[in-house]
């Protein structure tokens, strides 16, 4: 069993930066692709960026040359850096591990991140 625990959300002014992080637990980190999505309210969660297990990644438009999406399989963390942010930005931010060769996806509780104008 997966288990995804999201953090470093919170609170910032428009142009500033925040750094998520998503540890997992188990054993399959290393092998699984990884991703960041979020959900602002009334709307439906989307894409933010994915890295695969080699590495390469994969960004939304609207966050290409802000966000940057990277993984450390030795601490079995994902992170999310989040640059020049603005309030469209604002949203709940969940990440998912991808299980290879089975489909199955796991989602972490999600962090809260607001830019404020």
């Known amino acids: 069993q997966v288990q995804l625990v999201e953090s470093g959300g919170g609170l910032v002014q428009a142009g500033g930066s925040l750094r998520l992080s998503c540890a997992a637990s188990g054993s399959i980190f290393s092998i699984s692709a990884m991703g960041w999505y979020r959900q602002a309210p009334g709307k439906q969660r989307e894409l933010v960026a994915t890295?695969?297990?080699?590495?390469?990644?994969n960004y939304a438009d609207s966050v290409k040359g802000r966000f940057t999406i990277s993984r450390d399989n030795a601490k079995n963390t994902v992170y999310l850096q989040m640059n020049s942010l603005n309030p469209e930005d604002t949203a709940v931010y969940y990440c998912k591990l991808s299980e290879p060769y089975t489909s199955r996806n796991y989602w972490g509780q999600g962090t809260q991140v607001t830019v404020s104008s």
């Open positions: 890295i695969g297990r080699g590495g390469s990644t």
